[in-house]
């Protein structure tokens, strides 16, 4: 089995890789990731040497890199993890969301019918269906929840989405989806709530929290996301859609309340800062559909999975000191120093 995972230079597309070559130690594992601000080759520098893994630095938007790939390879698999990922971003420069999440989805699905493939899977989020109110604790998204997109990020995914799903009905490529909740721990890009707010208390900077912090996300631990999306690819129905997601759902301001007094720090350093435009409220999964279909339930409780996250953090300074002592000081200051 040979498989192509875009993006694996990125947070849950590494944990994925390294599940994988784990996991099926004769499987072919080609990672495709042109290495944006937020992809590593650090973070693949232990599967780097191993025969069954190979590199490739090139974009999913580049038709021409990706079919040469194709003419290499054979994959018997896509795996598309490749996007740009942060809501923040999206609301600053929407158009290279655009590009990548939409248009490189198509180029690589269009690689897919020219040469064949057993499997395209598309990695999406829970943020395709928008938000759910804070006071109707009783609903949750299911795979039939309209899609109701409320950032250029989730709409560029929901955009993908739908183009997956007519790639399936139009021609016949055997496509799956899977939408999975807020992920956490090894790898995380400092940008996201969980790796910068640990970054930053440990530094006694101020913790910025946007609005009044009750905005309610369903949490998984990334290693589970990646045991989820390895049972659909094998097991899952060709056509269909996965929601993934743990029940775990947090307030940000709890979240952030936990940080601190797991690592020692005073709550003080807490800082209420302008909302995010368009912030949606409240996340929350249905898992029933792959529970009931394949057997998937999440392994991590959150209160083990933050204190290992927490842990990583503290015990690998040497993969994320370099990223926030570099560019990511300009997107912080441009993003926060006004706030
Ligand atoms: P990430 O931002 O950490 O990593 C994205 C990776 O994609 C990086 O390595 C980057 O270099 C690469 N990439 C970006 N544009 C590319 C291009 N044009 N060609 C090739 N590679 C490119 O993202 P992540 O958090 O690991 O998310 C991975 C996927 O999972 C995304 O599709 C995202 O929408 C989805 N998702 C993420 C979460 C979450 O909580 N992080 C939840 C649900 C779904
Ligand atoms: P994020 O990690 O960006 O994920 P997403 O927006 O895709 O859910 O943010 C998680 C939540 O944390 C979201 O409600 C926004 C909030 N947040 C803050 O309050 N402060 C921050 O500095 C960041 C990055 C996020």
Redesign the pocket.
Known sequence: MTIIVTGGAGFIGSNFIFHMLNKYPDYRIICLDCLTYAGNLSTLEPVMDNPNFRFVKESITDRAAVEKLFEEEHPDMVVNFAAES???RSIENPQVFLDTNIIGTSVLMDACRKYGIKRYHQVSTD?VYGDLPLDRPDMFFTETTPIHTSSPYSSSKAGADLLVLAYHRTYGLPVSISRCS?NYGPYHFP???IP?MIINALHDKPL???GE?L?V?DWLYVEDHCKAIDLVIHNGRVGEVYNIGGHNEMR?IDIVKLICKELGKPESLITYVTD?KG?DMRYAIDPTKIHDELGWLPETKFADGIKKTIKWYLDNESWWEPIVSGEYQNYYEKMYANR
């Open positions: 942060h809501v923040d943020e807020n940008e996201k709530l910068l910025p929290v946007y912090g905005n996300r940000n995010r912030h």
